[in-house]
């Protein structure tokens, strides 16, 4: 008789029968006795598989340790032996869609396991690991469950089978980000009439480019007492040291770069270069004041109109810079700055 | 670029003075421009400090 498929779950304390938050702290642990969601996954299961053993982690542990939560569930796989781990599913739940997803990341390339988890899209754990990890697209909370348990399966077996899978749509999993050309049964001039002319008549229409979605956050309170705060410049027009020493791109750039202005009360052209191809220049290298106001935020903190300036500039290059990745860019900025107990910022940007 | 700073929904816009110089003005002599600076950036300074419910542009 052939081997059966060893299938392996991946549960948290709450599914995995240990108690509720009080159990968050639990290390990892190899269950051979069948847990919570795991009765269900017996009734998919088809006579070529098992379901060989349960690891179960504290959300909390594996929140705090993320790199040990991970290494310790990879040895008691090693253990177990696997051909297929399923993780969670985590649906909404964020500390165990980020364990979820980083365990089968590790699994898939560091025991070459086929791994498959579950999440509802808005899961942090979704964002981060989605293009690495195939990610079944659940509901909110665990009324989905056995469908959500269904469809791991069903892409696991897949997988299993190098069978390719159809577009995230069809088969139930979350966009990884990747291009897949296909050719389309009509030409793009009818496409595109077919949708307007559906707008206009106002029947349902699918755009085929998605713009991203901007939800600005609550504005910040006012400050009516600058003259007591602390406040730093930043920019995105990429200024940078002469010989751009952190080598910040001149394009989507990926990183930004901190620059002493301590003591000092301007900006000497021939210490700075601009790493920008979005825009001329020219007129920044000649005179960097017109994007950094070093000179002018000097003589406001003489003058008391702010508490005193940041001893560093903050700098980085928007263009093209994808949204992810700028936001990225600037919550870094922010918990460089928070930390450094900055109050205010003032931007520059081209 | 204001109109892209409203859109991703920046709070507090001042408008400067071009791409190119945002704080500064190539065609001005130094005390204009520096002039325009100190003004651009206490407009800032006036943004901080003032209550906004949804993006707005300083001019």
Known sequence: ???????????????????????????????????????????????????????????????????????????????LQPDVLLAGPAFNAGRYGVACGA????????????????????????????????????GMNAATMRDTLATMLRLARKQRLAEPLGLPAADGYLEQGKLQPAVAEQPAANRLVDMLLAK????????EVPL???????????????????????????????????????????KFGVYSVAGRDSLDSVDYDVSHGGYDNRYVKADPHRLVPLDVARELEREGRIGRLYENFLSTTGLTNPVQNSRRLGQGMAEHLKAAGVEAVILTST | MTPVAEMVGSHRIVLGNGIVHPLGAAEASPQEEHALRRRLVERALDALATPVAAPTIFR
């Open chain 1, 200 to 207: 206009l008549h106002g029947q349902p229409f699918r755009t």
């Open chain 1, 103 to 138: 365990l089968c990341k590790a699994a898939a390339s560091e025991l070459g396991l086929c791994a498959i988890t579950g999440m509802f899209e808005e899961n942090p754990g979704a964002e981060l690991y989605r293009r690495d990890v195939l990610i079944v697209r659940t």
């Open chain 1, 212 to 254: 991203p979605v901007f939800t600005p956050p609550p504005a910040p309170e006012p400050l009516d007492d600058l003259g007591t705060k602390l406040v730093a410049l930043i920019t995105d027009g990429g200024l940078v040291p002469a010989g751009n020493p952190d080598g910040i791109e001149a394009a989507a750039a990926t």
């Open chain 1, 1 to 79: 008789m052939a081997e059966r498929t060893r299938v392996a779950l991946y549960l948290n304390q709450f599914f995995g029968q240990l108690g509720g938050e009080e159990a968050a702290g639990a290390k990892p642990r190899l269950e051979r006795e069948v847990k919570g969601p795991g009765r269900a996954l017996l009734g998919l299961l088809d006579a070529s598989e098992e379901l060989v053993g349960t690891i179960v982690c504290g959300d909390s542990y594996a929140g705090d340790h993320p790199e040990l939560a991970v290494a310790e569930c990879l040895a008691l796989l090693r253990e």
